[in-house]
């Protein structure tokens, strides 16, 4: 079945197949599957599979992620990130909705608000989001059982 643009997400237009391997940076219109090694970034406005023998070193961001094989590397996606129960994820995620099933191992922070859809794929990246504010004024808590 092939699709129209990005809503088309039965059709794959782009395959790193396995036992292939690609690296560098690759901007898609569709659907980019991953079976094979890759190092770099994605960007595309339609779906990212990876397969379990899928293995990415680098950034992805598009519509829809799903991830069964291997990511090191930030996740962003306007609609859904959805991490099977093979998926193993070392990177942050950040999307309006993220899926996981049991069995999925994750290490980093997961950020889930529809707020990324209005404010772009990558809300947490500017500089403002990182300042520390500390309040002077702001009391120390101590222990209760102190003796």
Known sequence: MRGGGPEGSA???TIVG??????GDIV?????RVDGDFLGTITTEGRILV???GRIKG???GRDIVVSGV????????ERITLLASALVVGNLFAPRIQMERGVLVEGYCCSTPRIREEGIHPLQTPKAFTLKIDPKAVVATPLNQD
Do not use: E, P, Q, R
């Open 11 to 13: 059709f794959i237009n």
């Open 18 to 23: 396995h036992g292939s391997s690609f690296k």
């Open 28 to 32: 898609v219109h569709g659907f980019f």
């Open 51 to 53: 397969s379990t023998t």
């Open 59 to 61: 950034s992805l961001t």
């Open 71 to 78: 990511v090191k590397g930030d996740l962003y996606a306007t």
